[in-house]
């Protein structure tokens, strides 16, 4: 299916980032604004970092952007590009350090002022060295009733970006957030989308798509063999059925080109994992498959690193009432061979605020990542956590995914767990041991829950040692381990949980006891292809639990009060500790 090119006069531009809320009928603008010149401008004021172990590589940071959302893209000179605009005019400014600092902005080009409102989604280099901007439009639609458009355009650079193409119109159309262009070997551009359909329950299609739902939209593929000159797209719809009535459907495509020539999509639905589709040249696909990764109903990320390494940043959560699972946390995993396995889980960024209540609309989380691997080996990208930080920046050296062990001690306080939506969980001084702290889990309310959850990195093998001492009068707990995050508070986590081990009142195990008022130590050794976990505690065997599903490995352990009404009592953590290897 080939496009009929429209261009029209190079003028100026007006750009805004959005992010489409979960109806993608309104867009969440961030409306970019004008820079002042300074020589080489600091680009991030360090504002939280992840803690934990003596680590192979630093942890994960998050840093605070101190500039406009900016697009970047690595050059064939290792250096950085960031893309934004202010007023009607489209900037770069460069940076040799890896997002370090960076140049004084410079005007790449302008767009047509008199045409609506754009929007840039993504910048792609192809192997000429030239820059391609793709953007949206809303034609003047916006707020006018009937029919918003957010069509497709494209620009691009020629002469080594120092000179621009007149931009051409893609497609017509709503269309939600282009997280992912690449350029393929070949020379030819591969740009995924996803477009608001005319479906509704009432006129749900014909043949099977009558029996279900498709979504409100479907995902495509546009592609160029001729450097953005002309566009075609695949003639393949990509859609599958939904949970509900209602629901959007295949989105937010993300494209990676294999070794082995293929290109791959991953594709956000709302299913409780990513799907899937194929194509050995980027323009005939196949029919979107599920894969084994659990997400939210959330976009993810694919990074391919100078080593050929494939880094994915996704949100791996289910059971939370936004996006289906929610995006409080944005985890990291790595492959060596091209995504047929995985290792790391990790959480590699959390909300600055997940500790509050989540807003009133919007998201709340981190998430709609464009993730960029600079010369040094680290990977950057601006992430989306809504609030008044708006989009701050994460930077991450991939070598820590690769880590297979993970302690905590409270020495700094309960940093790296999570307990929002719960009462009784805090960090107090141990009363058995000068200068050293413990993790209390109590539940002093009725009505609400007690909880704790901690991430490691993921093992199909592994083994947990936790220090811990029940108080007497202790009311029940429960220690799951798992392999996605999903709120401390979560209802449902001993129905998803891969391992459950219960703990009675004053102690009771299936095959022994846990005396209060002493320390102990409780180990947990799992082995996912014998599909059990045995427990020891003190060094003696005590029960073997039962693997309730299948799993790509284990990351999580969840502590949760189990007490009818109220435990006052509770139990201490003095210490946990989590080592892995892939199986």
């Known amino acids: 299916m080939a496009f009929k090119m429209t261009s029209l006069p190079n003028a100026s531009i007006s750009i805004e980032m959005r992010r489409k809320t979960v109806k993608y009928r309104n867009s969440i603008a961030a409306l970019l604004v004008a820079i002042p010149l300074f020589a080489v401008i600091p680009l991030f004021a360090a504002i939280t970092s992840s803690a934990g172990p003596r680590q192979a590589a630093p942890p994960p940071a998050l840093t605070k952007l101190v500039l406009p959302y900016t697009v970047m893209m690595a050059l064939p000179d290792g250096r950085l590009i960031g893309v934004f605009t202010s007023g009607p005019d489209v900037f770069g400014r460069y940076s040799s350090d890896g997002g370090r600092t ?284 809504g609030g008044p930080e708006g989009v701050l920046l994460m930077r991450f050296n991939p070598e820590w995914l690769c880590e297979t062990s993970r302690k905590s001690d409270f020495s700094g306080g309960a940093e790296g767990w999570h307990s929002f939506g719960t009462r009784g969980v805090e960090v107090v001084s141990n009363p058995d041991k000068t200068d050293a702290r413990a993790l209390q889990i109590r539940k002093p309310e009725s009505d609400w829950p007690s909880a704790a959850v901690w991430n490691f990195p993921n093992g199909k093998n592994g083994r947990l040692k936790m220090r811990l001492k029940l108080n007497p009068g202790f009311q029940g707990a429960r220690i799951g381990l798992t392999d996605h995050f999903s709120v401390p508070f979560d209802p449902e986590d001993s129905v998803y949980n891969l391992f459950n081990l219960s703990i009675g009142p004053e102690g009771k195990l299936k095959g022994g006891e846990i005396r209060p008022g002493e320390w102990h130590t409780v180990q947990l050794d799992w082995n996912c292809a014998k599909l059990e976990c045995k427990v020891s505690v003190d060094g003696r065997p005590v029960e073997t639990l039962p693997m309730q599903r299948r799993t790509a490995g284990v990351n999580y352990l969840r502590l949760t009060s189990t007490a009818e009404d109220t435990d006052t009592a509770g139990m201490l953590i003095e210490s946990v500790e989590a080592s892995t290897s892939p199986g």
């Open 102 to 385: 960076w140049t004084p902005h410079e005007k790449l080009c302008t767009l047509p002022k008199d045409a609506g409102i754009w929007a840039c989604h993504n910048v792609v280099v192809d192997r000429m060295g030239e820059l391609h901007l793709i953007l949206t439009n809303d034609d003047k639609t916006t707020g006018k009733g009937g029919e918003t458009h957010y069509d497709i355009w494209h620009a691009g650079s020629t002469n080594r970006r120092r000179s621009w193409k007149l931009p051409t119109l893609l497609r017509r159309g709503y269309h939600g957030s282009m997280l992912s262009a690449i350029a393929l070997k070949s020379g030819r551009l591969i740009l995924p989308i996803c477009y608001l359909t005319k479906r509704t329950w009432a006129k749900r299609g014909e043949g099977f798509d009558a029996y279900t739902w498709m979504g409100t939209f479907s995902s495509g593929v546009l592609y160029s063999s001729d450097y953005g000159d002309t566009w075609q797209e695949s003639d393949i719809e990509i859609k599958v059925p939904t949970p509900y009535i209602g629901a959007d459907g295949i989105i937010e495509p993300i494209a990676l080109e294999l070794k082995d020539g293929r290109v791959w999509l991953l594709l956000r639905t709302q299913l409780g994992r990513l799907f899937e589709s194929f194509s050995k040249d980027g323009s005939v696909w196949t029919k979107p498959r599920p894969t084994s990764i659990i997400s939210s109903d959330s976009p993810p990320s694919l990074t391919r690193l100078k080593d050929g390494r494939v880094v994915l940043l996704w949100n791996n959560a289910l059971r939370f009432a936004y996006a289906q699972g929610g995006r409080h946390i944005m985890h990291g995993a790595i492959s060596e061979d091209d995504g047929k396995t995985w290792r790391g889980y990790r959480e590699v960024a959390s909300n600055p605020f997940i500790n509050e209540p989540p807003p009133s609309s919007g998201d709340h989380g981190v998430s709609y990542i464009i993730p960029v691997a600079t010369k040094d080996g680290e990977i950057i990208a601006p992430v989306s956590v």
